[in-house]
T-cell receptor, first 114, second 115 residues
Framework: AQSVTQLGSHVSVSEGALVLLRCNYS??????LFWYVQYPNQGLQLLLK??????LVKGINGFEAEFKKSETSFHLTKPSAHMSDAAEYFC????????????FGAGTTVTVRA | NAGVTQTPKFQVLKTGQSMTLQCAQD?????MYWYRQDPGMGLRLIYY???????DKGEVPNGYNVSRLNKREFSLRLESAAPSQTSVYFC??????????????FGPGTRLTVL
């Protein structure tokens, strides 16, 4: 099974500060990579995904992530945090075959301080 | 469009009781999924249906059964509930284009407690 590691279960940032959420995968062949966000008491929503091509991927709400094959990483960033970014964030992967199974990391909860 | 809908929103069961969680999507998607979410473990795939008429096991299928009733509906059944099945259950769908990179759209979840 794919393994996805998110470093840090909780991240606290000040409003206006950089948000950095770390994700590493363990696979010899890079998988498809996703970031999802879950707001309180809601389902998950796709932020962005990397499948092929440009390694810097831009998503919704000002988020972006960079695929680095040499580091087996897909870290998520946002230059300036907003109060509305408080949520739980999940990194997920699907292996590169005809496989529909998303494997999720444990999640990182982001709190934003005023 | 309502997207992905799930019923019920909340449910409390006693050990050994059975129940069916319902999921429907109105996006004409081919693939549908059932996940469970437990604290500190992210989401884990229980079963999925890549297309109407097919179902396959995911990572944690034991204790569950599924039915892909038609293209719109995908139900999850607990035949004999156990406390270990206390969780939040999410249904998702994907696949207008077809393929593993299609975005999965999630329902609002069902919070199940088994006493």
């Amino acid at each position: 099974a794919q393994s996805v590691t998110q470093l840090g279960s909780h991240v606290s940032v000040s409003e206006g500060a950089l948000v950095l959420l770390r994700c590493n995968y363990s696979s010899s062949v890079p998988p498809y990579l996703f970031w999802y966000v879950q707001y309180p008491n809601q389902g998950l929503q796709l932020l962005l995904k990397y499948t092929t091509g440009a390694t810097l991927v831009k998503g919704i709400n000002g988020f972006e992530a960079e695929f680095k094959k040499s580091e087996t990483s897909f870290h998520l960033t946002k230059p300036s945090a907003h109060m509305s970014d408080a949520a739980e964030y999940f990194c997920a992967v699907i292996k590169r075959s005809n496989d529909y199974k998303l494997s999720f990391g444990a999640g990182t909860t982001v709190t934003v301080r005023a | 469009n309502a997207g992905v809908t799930q019923t019920p929103k909340f449910q409390v069961l006693k050990t050994g009781q059975s129940m069916t969680l319902q999921c429907a999507q109105d996006m004409n998607h081919n693939s549908m999924y059932w996940y469970r979410q437990d604290p500190g473990m992210g989401l884990r795939l229980i079963y999925y249906s890549a297309s109407e008429g097919t179902t396959d096991k995911g990572e944690v299928p034991n204790g569950y059964n599924v039915s892909r009733l038609n293209k719109r509906e995908f139900s999850l059944r607990l035949e004999s509930a156990a406390p270990s099945q206390t969780s939040v259950y999410f249904c998702a769908s994907s696949g207008l284009a077809g393929g593993p990179t299609d975005t999965q759209y999630f329902g609002p979840g069902t919070r199940l407690t088994v006493l």
